[in-house]
Structures are given as C-alpha cells and as structure tokens.
C-alpha cells in the first residue's frame, strides 16, 4: 500500500531517493546536452560540419545578444546563460513527445533556475568588484533602502520562477483542452503554437536572467567609476 501510494507522485526510488518524472526529464535532458555537446566538439574542424556549424550558429547567437546587454563582460556570462538558455529550450519543448511533460511545468523546477539566476547575479557581481564593494550598492544612496533592496531581490526571483512556471503549465493545458474538444484535426496548428511559445519563453527567461547579472555588474562599475573620478 506504501508503494502503490508514491506511484503517482514518484515514478521510482533509489533506496530513500524519491525520483519524479520531472527530476527523471531534467537529467535525460542533461544527458542529452552533453551526449551531443561531447559529439560535436570532439572533432572540431576548420571546415565545420552541419552540426558544428548549427552549434557554432547557435552560440553565435547567444554571444551576439550578451554582447547587445553587456558588452565587457560577453565571454564571462557566455557559458552560464547558453547553458540556461539552451537547457531551458529543450526543457520546455519536451513536452512534444507523447507522455512527456516539460520540467519547467513544475514550480519547484523553475524555482531552482530562478535560484540558480539569483546566486549568479551575485556571484558575477562579487568577482567584478569584490564582496565589499558589491555589498556596499546595497546601502546606496541610502542604508533606509536596504530593506527594499532585499525585498526587490526575493520578489523578483519569485517572479522569475512563476511566470515561466505558469506560461509553460497554461501552455500544455490549453493544448491538451483544445485537443481534447477538437480531437486530431488540428494538431499542426496546437504544435506550431507550442513550439513558438516555448521559444519565446525561453528567451524571456535568458533575457530576464541576463539583464538582472548585467544589471549588477554595470551598477558596480558606475559606481567605482565615480569614486575613481
């Protein structure tokens, strides 16, 4: 009766360990991304294949719009937001596959990249400018500000965490409801629809998690650029 009662939540146990079907995805989906990564750079050529070109088109792309929101720091933000932004697009489409449900409809999955984001903002910002420093912003222009700044980084990762939650969890629901009234004859049109979605949603999340790091480290360097003036 015990294991007839995890079933549903759990699809099956590593002695204490609890593996769900969104904890089951994410690592299939990580074994994806660095199956395919570890085949396509082990050869790397002068004269690129069809997959290392579309990799190198894709990471291109990423650089070009980290480039576009912080310029100096491109190559040191690259490998944290093609990670997320790249993990993020397969997550979300996922949900494609027959009896597959997208990690990022789960809150607990999203919460933890919003997590992930919030430790980065501040990590790059200690290593830009020091912990001193980077802690000092806080206090400006004022110390009464501190507890606002405290509560616009927890609202704001919340907030991160919810929307693509939300988006990616109405998203499936209305599929399977407009499936379910209007069967199989529109199934082009459901899919097109989800793919789109998934990628823009994607790209809001990497957008949003790119400003906010970015966002850290040019304040810290206005502000020392102030007090070296």
């Known amino acids: 009766m015990q294991g007839q009662e995890i079933l549903p939540e759990h699809w099956f146990r590593f002695g204490s360990l609890a593996v769900s079907e969104t904890i089951f ?59 997320l932004w790249i993990f993020i697009v397969i997550a979300n489409l996922s949900g494609l596959i027959p009896g597959v449900h997208s990690p990022t ?23 830009a400018q020091g912990i001193k420093n980077y802690l000092q912003h806080y206090l400006s ?48 049109p459901i899919l097109m629809l989800h793919i789109i979605e998934a990628l823009v949603q994607a790209y809001i999340f990497g957008m949003l998690a790119l400003i906010y790091i970015a966002g850290g480290l040019q304040s810290q360097q206005l502000r020392y650029q102030k007090q070296e003036e």
């Open 25 to 83: 995805t994410t690592w299939c989906i990580m074994l994806l991304l660095v199956t395919s990564m570890w085949l396509i750079t082990r050869r790397l050529n002068i004269h690129p294949s069809p997959m290392q070109a579309a990799a190198e088109g894709v990471v291109s792309t990423i650089e070009a719009a980290i480039t576009a929101v912080a310029p100096q720091h491109a190559k040191q933000l690259l490998p944290f937001i093609a990670s």
């Open 105 to 127: 409809r789960d809150l607990s999955a999203t919460a933890a990249l919003a997590f992930l984001v919030f430790l980065a903002a501040h990590w790059f910002g200690i290593r």
């Open 141 to 188: 222009p004022s110390p009464i500000l501190l507890p606002f700044h405290i509560i616009s980084e927890i609202t704001r990762t919340v907030a991160l965490a919810v929307r693509l939650f939300g988006n990616i969890m109405s998203l499936e629901m209305a599929a399977l409801l407009v499936l379910f009234i209007a069967g199989f004859l529109v199934p082009i």
